[in-house]
């Protein structure tokens, strides 16, 4: 084998650190991981050519035997299999295709596995798998997009969003981190332990992340750190690329900057995880997530989160465009009345200043100058006559035929310093050609105060002759700067409004100028040039509108297809998922689905579906990937099919074959006459193709005139006759609430998803703040802390149970609730065996009533 050798971090001499130093740092040839995983470089042909220099240590290999030799022989061919299958999935140099719990070597653990390639290498990434627990990717998600997919302002969004992901990832600190025009961040929403100083409304510098970074951030959209302590592993390679940097811009163990982690142990953090928040391609910001001890987060559960950030930032974006369109909504009223009137009543050059007056309710201001034809009229506090001829001048060179906008005008005009006590910022509009007219304008001054997190300015420290380096702020306690000269900025809403009060404005000039015989021949050329530039900019407008148009449909359409086709899928999935484990895991009756799925889509009208056929049940994987099917073929029959008209209606049999495999006919009758699709869609390759791929079924669809038709058989492996036929089940009425709560509210509960729900009852209850706590150690230490007003505890916390908690609270007199999926069979401790109990899944109503039934139970 060949002998390793370790990169140099560059191929030129060191650099003297300056100011601009970390705008310099190549951060994506650092060449080192994090000693968390490891990573190997592949040829194409499956030679390791570099890797971790801890690689040994997951494959137990000397690192000069890894080094040269072919991937197939290191691990096993299953895990050889499942690579080149996900390398088959990559379409481009900007794509990780991912791998859960896969076994490298025989008898070996679990390893969570990330592909992508690098110019010729193939690099991948190991990590080793997060203990199996109950997490479920899909119900994940729909569950969090539910919590949030409601919010119709930012601020909402980002709070709600911010308690999701704590509650996903465990992170004691978890922030939304919105980046501001000049570069800077600010802090919008933030959720921390109580002992922790809050972040939120702290401003960030944009040097903190420099562009290089978020470059990289918006191509690798979540990055980890693991342990900010532990040393990273520099990567080695044959002799044959000893001088050659590797390309870790997609890599997810990249090692972090020198300083950046300065940084961060300045701040007394020891791992993070950042999620990119993506708007048309640019960085928007960030979900920040900090942890004071090392923290390891799964690739699964990483996966999870990303997924969120990137729907979250669709959401938002969703959100500002809602604003947006109100924001233009109003102010097209507005222009449309000052059309209206300037048609009813005329224009006279005495009626500037009304106009003007008329105009300020478009794009808020505190003065205007109305420049046409030589005569200029002010109102509010601007410039006065000479300094707004000096700044006209100014207008000639900047603004030829378009809107300009500044929020400290004596940045790009000197001659503003004289007048920036009443006009600090304006907004030009100009409205006709040489001579040069404009409207404009003008915001006066705004000392705003900015909350900076430490002193934003960094410190450069002398180390000897010739030799400094910068070291990055210590403290971040809120620091305050107060900034001069600035107007409030002019908002893209507000640009857009101008841009459209440019024609209305130009409309009512040339009514202007024409309103006597004197004028409308002395402006003759002046009146022909302004129509030859309104026409001009009337088609460009209109161009705009069309493309506004044309874009806006197809957005809505991939909205509406985002967030109601995969938003039904996902429930499927859901539904299906609910059903099993339901079971423990267990087989799932087939009826119950088909029922399940029909009355979530049909709601009342779910009796349009008959079913005949013995009672029979399904394994996990197949009832997972049935539930799809059925779901798309509810979903179609109701847009196109048996349920679209009156009286249609779906027969679907089943019958158990001479092999023990299930077969199904589905029949559509009654509903409009069928033609065969010219186009299959992802819906029909559900129908058809995941019964053959996943199960090794068969399926296929017939267009017949009076309906389609579906037949499709389930091997024999993934069906279990069942017993009994399945029962129908009721609901009772809501129980009426009962009790209410106060102060704080220990909730201890293992399965994310029914905590979040659960603590939203308990909010809803009455209670200040929830602390939330997943096993017995987490909750001995809140109650170390503090004392709550009440407990509600699941009994069952996975190995453990939550007898030991109940024995604190006891000691503190603290009155408490048992949770539990087990009904009256749970074995409890004797002292333990009269406390109130509550099944699951149980509601607000529950709860309340249980709250009734503590007071005997309080220790006197």
């Not at 030859?532 to 297809?561: C, F, P, Y």
Request: with cysteine.
């Amino acid at each position: 084998m060949a002998m390793p050798q370790t990169l140099a971090s560059s191929t030129l001499p060191p650099e003297p650190p300056t100011l601009t130093n970390c705008e310099k740092e190549r951060i994506h040839e650092i060449n080192s991981i994090q000693s968390g995983g490891f990573l190997l470089a592949l040829t194409p042909d499956w030679i390791i050519e570099r890797a971790s220099a801890n690689c040994g240590e997951f494959l137990n290999q000397p690192l000069e035997e890894i080094l040269g030799a072919n991937l197939t022989a290191l691990i096993m061919p299953e895990a050889v299999h499942a690579i080149r299958n996900r390398l088959s999935s990559l379409y481009r140099q900007d794509v990780i295709e991912r791998l859960f719990a896969i076994v490298l070597q025989d008898g070996g653990p679990g390893f969570d596995l990330a592909v992508h390639t690098s110019g010729d290498l193939i690099l991948l990434e190991a990590e080793l798998s997060e203990e199996s627990g109950e997490l479920n990717a899909g119900s994940m998600v729909r569950s969090m997009i539910d919590h949030v997919q409601h919010q119709h302002h930012v601020s909402d969004l980002t709070h709600e969003a911010v308690r999701l992901v704590q509650a996903l990832t465990g992170y004691d600190r978890v922030m939304i981190y919105q980046f501001h025009p000049d570069g800077s961040g600010e802090v919008i929403a933030e959720r921390c332990r109580p002992s922790m100083e809050p972040f939120l409304g702290l401003r960030y510098p944009a040097t903190d992340i420099p562009q290089q970074a978020r470059a990289l951030l918006i191509r690798t959209p979540i990055r980890t750190l693991l342990d900010i302590d532990s040393p990273p592993s520099p990567i080695v390679s044959t002799k044959t690329f000893a001088d050659a940097l590797t390309d870790l811009s997609m890599s997810s163990l990249r090692s972090h900057s020198p300083i950046h982690l300065e940084y961060l142990r300045n701040m007394g953090v020891a791992a993070t995880m950042t999620i990119s928040l993506l708007k048309n391609g640019a960085l928007w910001g960030l979900i920040a997530c900090h942890h004071m001890t090392p923290r390891t987060i799964g690739y699964e559960r990483r996966t999870t989160a990303e997924v969120f950030g990137q729907i979250l930032a669709l959401l938002i974006d969703r959100c500002e465009r809602e604003e947006l369109i109100t924001f233009e909504a109003s102010t097209r009223q507005i222009t449309t009345d000052l059309l209206a009137s300037v048609a009813l009543a005329g224009v006279a050059t005495t009626d500037v200043a009304q106009l003007a007056n008329q105009l300020v309710n478009i794009v808020p201001c505190d003065g205007t100058a109305f420049c046409i034809d030589g005569s200029v009229t002010l109102k509010g506090s601007t410039p006065s006559l000479e300094e707004f001829e000096l700044l006209r001048s100014f207008l000639d060179g900047v603004s030829a035929s378009r809107v300009y906008s500044s929020n400290e005008i004596e940045c790009v005009c000197p001659s503003a310093n004289s007048f920036k006590d009443r006009a600090a910022g304006m907004l030009a509009i100009p409205i006709s050609t040489i001579p040069r007219d404009y409207l404009v304008f003008f915001r006066k001054e705004t000392a705003s105060t900015v909350k900076w997190a430490g002193d934003p300015t960094k410190t450069v420290e002398v180390l000897g002759p010739g030799e400094v380096r910068i070291s990055p702020r210590k403290s971040f306690k809120a620091w305050q700067e107060t900034l001069h000269g600035k107007s409030t900025q002019w908002t893209d809403a507000e640009l857009r409004a101008a841009e459209a009060l440019q024609i209305t404005v130009l409309e009512v000039v040339l009514r202007l100028i024409s309103a006597t015989e004197a004028e409308r021949k002395a402006a003759s050329q002046t009146q022909d040039l302004l129509i030859a530039e309104l026409n001009h900019r009337v088609r460009n407008i209109l161009g705009l509108i069309r493309g506004l148009i044309s874009q806006t449909r197809i957005n809505a359409k991939d909205m509406d297809t985002f967030a109601s086709v995969l938003g039904d899928r996902v429930h499927a999935l859901a539904r299906a998922h609910d059903q099993i484990t339901a079971k423990n895991w267990g087989p799932g009756s087939f009826q119950t689905l088909i029922a399940t799925e029909a009355e979530a889509y049909l709601g009342q009208a779910c009796n349009t579906i008959h079913m005949s056929g013995p009672p029979v049940l399904l394994i996990p994987q197949a009832f997972s990937t049935l539930a799809l099917v059925i779901h798309e073929l509810i979903t179609n029959a109701a847009k196109y099919g048996a349920f679209c008209g009156e009286g249609g209606h779906v027969d679907i049999s089943w019958r158990i074959g001479p092999q023990g495999d299930l077969i199904a006919n589905w029949v559509e009758i009654g509903g409009p006459p069928v033609t065969a699709p010219t186009h299959r869609g992802f819906g029909s390759t559900i129908i058809e193709a995941s019964i053959p791929h996943e199960l090794g079924g068969e399926s296929a669809i017939t267009f017949l005139s009076t309906g389609v038709k579906v037949n499709f058989s389930v091997p024999a492996q993934f069906i279990v006759l069942e017993e009994q036929p399945i029962t129908s089940t009721t609901t009772t009425a809501d129980t009426p609430l009962v009790g209410s709560l106060q102060g704080h509210v220990l909730l201890v509960e293992d399965n994310l998803i029914i905590a979040l729900d659960a603590e939203a009852m308990l909010l809803s209850l009455g209670a200040e703040r929830v602390l939330v706590a997943s096993n017995v150690k987490d909750a001995l230490a809140i109650l170390d802390r503090e004392r709550p007003s009440f407990a509600l505890l699941d009994v069952n916390l996975g190995n453990q149970n939550s007898f030991p908690i109940a024995d604190r609270l006891f000691e503190m007199e603290v009155p408490f609730i048992f949770a539990t999926g087990y009904g009256s069979g749970i074995n409890y401790p004797s002292d333990q065996n009269a406390r109130p109990f509550i099944t699951k899944p149980y509601t607000k109503d529950s709860i309340a009533k249980a709250l009734g039934g503590i007071e005997p139970f309080i220790a006197s």
